[in-house]
């Protein structure tokens, strides 16, 4: 089981970015799908969830309207999207998925982490 | 939204010493219809993505030592290390799942 991400992105403040985290090893349907945001030198910070089966989403109002979640199914493959990033969007980010229904939904596999750049 | 708050914020230890990490909620995790205590604890070791280290209040995770141990009730709750080994530095962070948004402590950072 892993998540992989995409690569780090550098972009300038205004400009719109969608980053990816590709699940394998399991049924991609079958856990939700957890963003999480680490500003540089911060702690962690809950954005969102998603269920892969229907694209159905949580966000946390700190998160609601800035970014978006989504999926594409058929290469098992979840995103993070930005319309218009601002300088303070700069951060890695993390996907995380719960593999087992014995954890609750406590955070056992995650991704390498993005790190985002927004400078002008 | 639940608060975290971990104390303390910074952790000198000695290794094959033991070492205790709090963290406190603003409201009981306790949920009551199947109940579990929903804090869990991660890892984040430098330069790493976070791992898991506790659920569900005192479950060690895949493959984590037992020398890594989970208590508390209600909105306490600590994190022990038996004996502290030179791998063990990092961040440590406690997150609550009983509510949306999931919540995180401030993390502490463990240091030989």
């Known amino acids: 089981v892993q998540l992989v991400q995409s690569g780090a992105e550098v972009k300038k403040p205004g400009e719109s970015l969608r980053i990816s985290c590709k699940g394998s090893?399991?049924?991609?349907?079958?856990?939700?799908i957890t963003w999480v945001r680490q500003m540089p030198g911060k702690g962690l910070e809950w954005m969102g969830r998603?269920?892969?089966?229907?694209?159905?989403?949580n966000y946390s109002p700190s998160f609601q309207g800035r970014v978006s979640l989504s999926v594409d199914k058929s290469i098992t493959t979840a995103y993070l999207q930005w319309s218009s990033l601002k300088a303070s969007d700069i951060g890695m980010y993390y996907c995380?998925?719960?593999?087992?229904?014995?954890?609750?939904?406590?955070?056992?596999?995650w991704g390498q982490g993005t790190m985002v750049i927004v400078s002008s | 939204d639940i608060v975290m708050t971990q104390t303390p914020l910074s952790l000198p230890v000695t290794p094959g010493e033991p070492a205790s990490i709090s963290c406190r909620s603003s409201?009981?995790?306790?949920?009551?219809?199947?109940?579990?205590?929903?804090l869990d604890w991660y890892l984040q070791k430098p330069g790493q993505s976070p791992q898991l280290l506790i659920y569900?209040?005192?479950h060690r995770a895949f493959g984590v030592p037992d020398r890594f141990s989970g208590s508390g009730s209600g909105t306490d709750f600590t994190l022990k290390i038996s004996r502290v080994e030179t791998d063990d530095v990092g961040i440590y962070y406690c997150?609550?799942?009983?509510?949306?948004?999931?919540?995180f402590g401030q993390g502490t950072k463990l240091e030989i």
């Open positions: 997150m609550q799942r009983l509510e949306f948004p999931r919540t």
């Open positions: 995380a998925i719960s593999s087992g229904w014995y954890l609750g939904s406590a955070y056992d596999v």
């Open positions: 090893g399991y049924g991609f349907t079958s856990y939700w």
């Open positions: 998603i269920d892969p089966s229907d694209s159905h989403s």
């Open positions: 569900s209040l005192s």
């Open positions: 409201q009981s995790l306790l949920k009551s219809d199947d109940g579990k205590t929903h």
